[in-house]
């Protein structure tokens, strides 16, 4: 064992939750220090995640918004998409954001060890780099913070040519002709948004009924006629038997009630959801519990049945959102650091990225109706909302819920172009626990997206005049 080392709290994993609470941990003065197995810090989100796929979408929306003005002679000529470029500007972003982080890491005296960490007893870990070199850290508390993996299927392996995870397409090995995705949750939404705008074709297989099985049925299904188009379909409730690679296709047994059928395509997403990233750690040796998808149990102040070793973020289950990890990685340092704070956020929010971006936060009215709520849903239409027509985003929406005993808003949802920017509002709400009147009665802006909840509001109130 070449290096030895003592620390107050060790964590496994830099991404979201990983990096929040090293910085957190750094402020109550405790020697932290950060591991990664990858060679720089930011984890999914930053590297192939979040990040990566809202620069692609932010570039796919300019061209859609090209292709708009260009089909009313605002704009002419030909667009042309160098992807070379593209890429090079993500690279560029990603290496920008991921230096802001060192440079925060470094201010706040946060060392940070590059290498695979695994458990040896419940006071040390061993850390084992690139060259093999390992360092045995004992620690008094741990955060495992170590993400999740994509689920495969059918036992197909990923590529870079036939069958791709969303890392790799993120990387855009190609534009490929036709394109099939499976899984018709938010990864294979947002994909689709970009490489149809690329040019692909793209077939999105969803094995439910409706896609974003969490949203109400009607709200979702806005967002798929407006993605539908000549060259993008979706097909509900349906299944992939076999996939094989043959004659430099990717050729997939699809089938459902009404077909069952051969199709060929390019390369084929496989977006079917996530699983715990445990493999390495050897939770085993401590005896760490786990669900039965095999994501770490927690208590509200993030600790496991070890008191001592806090888990966080995507490798504790739904939602595996970059923001819970934060809010995750934040109480995490503060219960360590002594506080008694809990994990306890009413809400948290769900943006959809695709062009148009759909978010909702809160109750849904299949959970209204589930919980037997005594609950009245308002629909506000952007139709004739000025900022949104000036902003050829009039097929926008905005949907309020208000439970009727206390006029309090449960839950809400906003569709359209940059809705993501105004979905706050409702959270905050919620978590404020905001009656109707106190929306309606705040001054919004005009002309802006974000009077739509105003307006939403006041249909409420006026209807208990
Ligand atoms: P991660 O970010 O996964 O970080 C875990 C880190 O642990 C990784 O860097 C990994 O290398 C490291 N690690 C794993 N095992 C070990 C080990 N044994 N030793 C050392 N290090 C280890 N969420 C949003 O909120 N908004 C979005 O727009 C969004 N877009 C997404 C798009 C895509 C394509 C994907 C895949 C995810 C997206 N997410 C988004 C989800 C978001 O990326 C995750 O919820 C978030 O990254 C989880 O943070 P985390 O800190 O829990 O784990
Ligand atoms: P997901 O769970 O959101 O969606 C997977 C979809 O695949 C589901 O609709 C499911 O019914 C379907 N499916 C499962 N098996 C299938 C099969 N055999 N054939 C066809 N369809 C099948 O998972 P996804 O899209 O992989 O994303 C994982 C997580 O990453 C998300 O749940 C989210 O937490 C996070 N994420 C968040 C983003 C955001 O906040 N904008 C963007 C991308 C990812």
């Known amino acids: 064992m070449s290096n030895k080392i003592s620390v107050d709290v060790v964590i496994l994993g830099a991404g979201p939750g990983g990096y929040s609470a090293a910085i957190r941990c750094a402020y109550f003065n405790l020697k ?9 810090i930011g984890g999914t989100c930053l590297h192939f995640g979040c990040i990566p796929s809202k620069t692609l979408l932010n570039v796919v929306k300019s061209i859609k918004e090209f292709n708009t003005f260009n089909k009313y002679d605002i704009f002419s000529g030909n667009l042309k998409v160098n992807i070379k470029q593209l890429l090079f500007w993500k690279h560029n ?20 060890i590059y290498g695979v960490g695994k458990f040896i007893d419940s006071n040390n870990i061993i850390i084992e780099d690139k060259h093999r070199n390992e360092t045995l850290v004992n620690f008094k508390y741990a955060i495992i913070a170590t993400g999740s993996i994509p689920n495969n299927l059918l036992n197909t392996k990923f590529d870079n040519r036939y069958i791709w995870d969303s890392a790799t397409a993120l990387d855009i090995p190609c534009i490929p002709n036709k394109l099939l995705i ?6 294979g939404l947002e994909l689709a948004n970009i490489y149809n705008i690329l040019g692909s074709t793209v077939d999105i297989i969803e094995v439910s009924d409706q896609i974003i099985l969490s949203l109400d049925k009607d709200i979702v299904d806005k967002l798929m006629y407006q993605m539908e188009n000549n060259t993008l379909s979706f097909k509900l409730n349906t299944k992939v038997s076999n996939v094989e690679i043959k004659n430099s296709k990717v050729m997939v047994q699809i089938d459902n009630k009404e077909l069952n059928n051969t199709n060929y395509y390019d390369s084929v997403i496989v977006a079917v959801g996530r699983k715990p990233n445990i493999d390495q750690l050897q939770l085993e040796k401590i005896g760490i519990e786990t669900d039965s998808n095999n994501y770490i149990k927690v208590n509200n102040q993030m600790q496991t049945n070890i008191n001592h070793i806090y888990a966080i973020g995507d490798v504790i289950g739904a939602p595996m959102l970059a923001h819970k990890s934060i809010h995750n990685g934040y109480i995490a340092a503060e219960v360590i650091a002594g506080k008694k704070h809990f994990f306890d956020q009413k809400v948290i929010p769900l943006v959809i990225y695709t062009n148009p971006e759909l978010c909702w936060v809160g109750c849904t009215i299949k959970q209204a109706k589930h919980l037997n709520l005594n609950f009245k849903v308002v629909d506000f239409n952007w139709a004739n909302l000025g900022k949104a027509v000036v902003t050829n985003n009039h097929t926008g929406f905005t949907r309020l819920i208000f439970n009727k005993d206390n006029n309090c808003l449960i839950g809400g949802g906003v569709f359209g172009v940059n809705s ?16 109707a009147e106190d929306i309606a009665l705040t001054s919004h802006a005009h002309p802006t997206l974000y009077e739509s909840i105003q307006l939403a509001a006041e249909i409420y109130t006026t209807s208990l005049l």
């Not at 932290?32 to 720089?40: A, E, G, I, N, W």
């Not at 499976?182 to 990864?187: A, F, P």
């Open 32 to 40: 932290t220090l950060l591991v990664d197995k990858y060679s720089s």
């Open 93 to 112: 972003l990603i290496n920008k954001l991921s230096n802001n982080l060192l440079n925060i890491m470094k201010i706040n005296n946060i060392n940070i």
């Open 182 to 187: 499976i899984g018709g949750g938010v990864i």
């Open 420 to 435: 993501s920017e105004i979905i706050g509002e409702l959270s905050l709400a919620i978590e404020m626990s905001c009656e």
